[in-house]
Each structure stands twice: as structure tokens, then as C-alpha cells.
């Protein structure tokens, strides 16, 4: 959970933009975006085994140059 304080003379557009920042940090946004509609276990280990292969392949990549 983000608390924010606000603090002694800060204008509400600040307070605004320090809230969007801690949230954006945590992770909220990303998890909202992930549960917003129900994926099939296999979806997930599917999309799960491409990054992977995304990532060994760029790591290839750049061990090779």
C-alpha cells in the first residue's frame, strides 16, 4: 500500500506527481495490467519460456561480440 504525506506548502500538482512516481515504483500499475483479465496457466508459463528465450538469445548476442 502507497501512503503519501503531504508536505508543509507543497502544491497539490507536486503531491499529485510524487504519488504517480511511489505508485508506478511499487509495481500497482504493472499488477492491475496483469490481473485485469484472467490468463490460463499455460499462457503464463508460454509467455514466461519467451522471455526467457529472449534473454538467452540477447545474451548470446552480446557474449559473442
Request: charge should be positive; hydrophobic fraction near 30%; charged fraction near 50%.
Amino acid at each position: 500500500m502507497v501512503k503519501l504525506l503531504v508536505r508543509d506548502k507543497e502544491s497539490i500538482q507536486e503531491a499529485v506527481r510524487r504519488f504517480r512516481k511511489l505508485v508506478e515504483r511499487s509495481g500497482i500499475k504493472k499488477e492491475m495490467r496483469r490481473r485485469e483479465y484472467y490468463e490460463k496457466p499455460s499462457e503464463t508459463k508460454r509467455r514466461a519460456r519467451l522471455r526467457a528465450e529472449r534473454r538467452s538469445k540477447r545474451a548470446r548476442m552480446l557474449s559473442n561480440r
